[in-house]
């Protein structure tokens, strides 16, 4: 069974920096493409960043370029994202997914349980 | 990047009932679309690609259509399930983009 489970949420000051993890069982990581999309509280789905299986092909939301990095570590099934600089508007579920390459772009399936993000002081 | 406009934002409709679901692309995605649903305290799950296609695990009740700029989610005979957060998807056009949720409620 495909699971993806994602600790490593927290409470942060603005201007710090946190590290997520996803932890992947049930298929073969390194085949498949990864991503990490947020939601904000009220708000919609919103893609974050994406990595292939290899890890070398990698792109970010303009939001968060220069901030977060994405990373995998196949060997151990996982999946990273180090957030940096982190603002109030980071604050947002964090889910990381299963990216489903199409001709054009993709879909997300399947999705872990999300963790919550929150930046305050 | 594309937007996508959701409507209506929540929906209450009786069991065994038919719900239309409407996306709207603030430009043309060809058929580059995808519904997501999130159940309550659930994660989200892909029902539809290809803003047609759907996903072999999913009851045939759920029906996707439209291109370019008009998407639609139909869900005929609505079971106690069905009663969701249902997320449409653009990747035609980078970032992919998702809309704000449509929540269907029992009525």
């Known amino acids: 069974q495909v699971q993806l489970v994602e600790p490593g949420g927290g409470l942060v000051k603005p201007g710090g920096s946190l590290r997520l993890s996803c932890a992947a069982s049930?298929?073969?990581?390194?085949?498949?493409?990864m991503s990490w999309i947020r939601q904000a509280p009220g708000k919609g789905l919103e893609w974050v960043s994406y990595i292939s299986g290899s890890g070398g092909s990698i792109d970010y939301a303009d939001s968060v370029k220069g901030r977060f990095s994405i990373s995998r570590d196949n060997a151990k099934n996982s999946l990273y994202l180090q957030m940096n600089s982190l603002r109030a508007e980071d604050t947002a579920v964090y889910y990381c997914a299963t990216y489903v390459p199409a001709a054009v772009g993709g879909w997300f399936d399947p999705w872990g349980r999300g963790t919550l993000v929150t930046v305050s002081s | 990047e594309v937007v996508m406009t959701q409507s209506p934002a929540t929906l209450s409709v009786s069991p065994g009932e038919r719900a239309t679901l409407s996306c709207r692309a603030s430009?043309?995605?060809?058929?580059?679309v995808a519904w997501y649903q999130q159940r309550p305290g659930q994660v989200p799950r892909v029902l539809i690609y290809g803003a047609s296609t759907r996903v072999s695990s999913i009851p045939a009740r759920f029906s996707g259509s439209g291109s370019g700029t008009e998407f639609t989610l139909t869900i005929n005979n609505l079971q106690s399930e069905d009663f969701a957060v249902y997320h449409c998807?653009?990747?035609?056009?980078?970032?992919?983009?998702f809309g704000q949720g449509t929540k269907v409620e029992i009525k």
């Open positions: 049930g298929f073969s990581f390194s085949d498949y493409y």
């Open positions: 430009q043309g995605v060809s058929r580059n």
């Open positions: 998807q653009q990747y035609d056009d980078w970032p992919q983009t």
